[in-house]
């Protein structure tokens, strides 16, 4: 199996997989650890053509009752002023207030690393700000974000929440297309609550994200910590696991590491849990490791059960291994791939994402990505082919085989010897490449090697190296 982050092979078995929200077995699936990046994926995964198998009207996100009129308590309205200027004076956000003191400034660190705080960091009033939420469901937080000043919009796949919101009077388009609906710079924040762990295609996503927010716009999102204590001690029985619906999991190094490559400045990352995830874990473990009989919420909806694993959830939140990650990252202005094959510059912005191999061939993720550099303007595919990929792409059988032509529409005959054909985006790319490796070579007067650096003084791409 092929890692979704890096394309990487290695993979070790993480645990087993099991839906234990509908206590049914999955045959043939599991959870497996990317030996070179660390990201754990399900395999086969979870894609939206088996959305509505695995998503039903009993779902979490599809049964919370909306708010149709929320309203705030003075004290509610308070703390909201408080979290404000937080992220005003924490978070480097201009909310328009007087800055404050060093004592004022004291508290608010000290408060911010509160649940009260972590778990709901956007609610403060917004002033017109624009806030897209994918993954909306009923349509409770966008009412709750519209109430204090926010313009709301939403992106849902579940067409019944699609409806119940717009009945709501909310914009909630259906499906998770960012780029079908906002191409351009909109937003001042989106939102991925408990989203991204669901996706099968995450690159994709992030770079859609990071087109439609605004400069310096805020990426919110939070999803299940893999690392957290009750994770390894549970494994298969974990709550937060929940099989096949969540396809990837994510450490706190992982994601950064992810975010940070896509272009995103982490300004905070932390963990906020609830004790349901380790009541949750002990209910599957009891009922199903030791076969013991027990009604759904029997101890995970147990009030003394909980308080009694409340000051564990709340030490585990303490030293980063609690049950749920919560981001909070701000787009910048270049994306950190491998470094450029020219200049050896790490910072490129993304030219465009292929989506299929025009060969029809599966090799890897879907997409491929070409970037440009930065620096020199030279062009290259980012991450580049690892050597599984391109022998499986430059195979002697691969073009014994009748497949369905792209450019053409012919089916290619069976050939004694191996032939190599480029068609379409692969080829346009390639061209491009090796024309601006042959210009450089002429200007340069040395030979082009990949990764090699040119001698001082001298022209490549678009900008002259200076002593």
């Given at each position: 199996m092929t890692c979704p982050s890096c394309r990487d092979q290695n993979a070790r078995i993480w645990t087993r997989g099991q839906d234990r929200l509908r206590n049914k077995p999955l045959v043939n699936?599991?959870?497996?650890?990317?030996?070179?990046?660390g990201l754990i994926f399900l395999h086969p995964q979870t894609t939206s053509h088996t959305y509505e198998e695995h998503y039903d009207d009993h779902y979490i996100s599809h049964t919370e009752a909306p708010i149709k009129s929320p309203s705030f308590s003075p004290r509610a309205q308070w703390l909201m002023q408080i979290r404000r200027r937080i992220w005003q004076e924490v978070f480097c956000l201009p909310a328009g207030l007087p800055a404050a003191g060093i004592f004022s400034r004291w508290i608010h660190n000290l408060l911010r690393y509160t649940k009260l705080f972590r778990a709901t960091p956007?609610?403060?009033?917004?002033?017109?700000?624009e806030l897209l939420d994918v993954g909306s469901g009923a349509g409770t937080f966008l009412l709750i974000q519209r109430h204090l000043g926010w313009h709301v919009h939403g992106?849902?796949?579940?067409?019944?929440?699609?409806?119940?919101?717009r009945v709501l009077g909310l914009d909630v388009q259906q499906g998770f297309s960012i780029e079908e609906h906002w191409s351009e710079p909109t937003f001042d924040a989106v939102v991925l609550n408990q989203v991204f762990e669901h996706l099968d295609n995450l690159h994709t996503l992030l770079v859609h994200v990071r087109q439609a927010l605004k400069k310096d716009g805020i990426l919110y999102m939070n999803m299940p910590n893999v690392w957290s204590l009750a994770a390894q001690i549970f494994r298969s029985y974990w709550f937060n696991l929940d099989?096949?619906?969540?396809?990837?999991l994510f450490s706190p190094r992982v994601l950064r590491?992810?975010?940070?490559?896509?272009?995103?400045?982490?300004?905070?990352?932390s963990t906020v849990s609830s004790t349901k995830g380790w009541s949750g874990s002990i209910e599957?473990?009891?009922?199903?490791?030791?076969?013991?009989p027990l009604s759904t919420g029997a101890i995970r909806n147990n009030w003394p059960v909980n308080r009694l694993l409340l000051p564990l959830v709340r030490?585990?939140?303490?030293?980063?291994?609690?049950?749920?990650?919560?981001v909070i990252a701000k787009k910048t202005n270049a994306m950190k791939y491998t470094s450029c094959l020219i200049c050896q510059n790490p910072t490129s912005?993304?030219?465009l994402i292929n989506k299929q191999d025009p060969f029809g061939k599966n090799v890897g993720t879907t997409e491929t990505r070409y970037v440009i550099c930065t620096e020199c303007g030279f062009v290259y595919q980012n991450p580049t082919l690892v050597a599984h990929e391109i022998e499986a792409l430059y195979s002697h059988d691969y073009y014994d085989k009748e497949d369905q032509a792209v450019s053409d529409g012919y089916k290619r005959k069976k050939k004694n010897t191996p032939t190599i054909r480029l068609t379409g985006l692969r080829s346009t790319c390639l061209y491009i490449l090796l024309a601006q490796a042959s210009w450089t070579s002429a200007v340069t007067r040395e030979p082009f090697f990949p990764g090699s650096k040119p001698r001082v003084g001298s022209v490549t791409g678009w900008r002259r190296q200076k002593t």
């Open positions: 699936s599991g959870y497996y650890r990317c030996l070179s990046c956007l609610k403060y009033p917004g002033e017109g700000k992106l849902e796949p579940a067409p019944q929440m699609v409806q119940q919101s099989a096949p619906r969540h396809n990837l590491t992810l975010l940070e490559q896509e272009g995103y400045e982490v300004l905070d990352l599957y473990w009891v009922r199903d490791a030791w076969h013991i030490l585990c939140d303490l030293v980063g291994l609690g049950d749920n990650l919560h912005e993304t030219l």
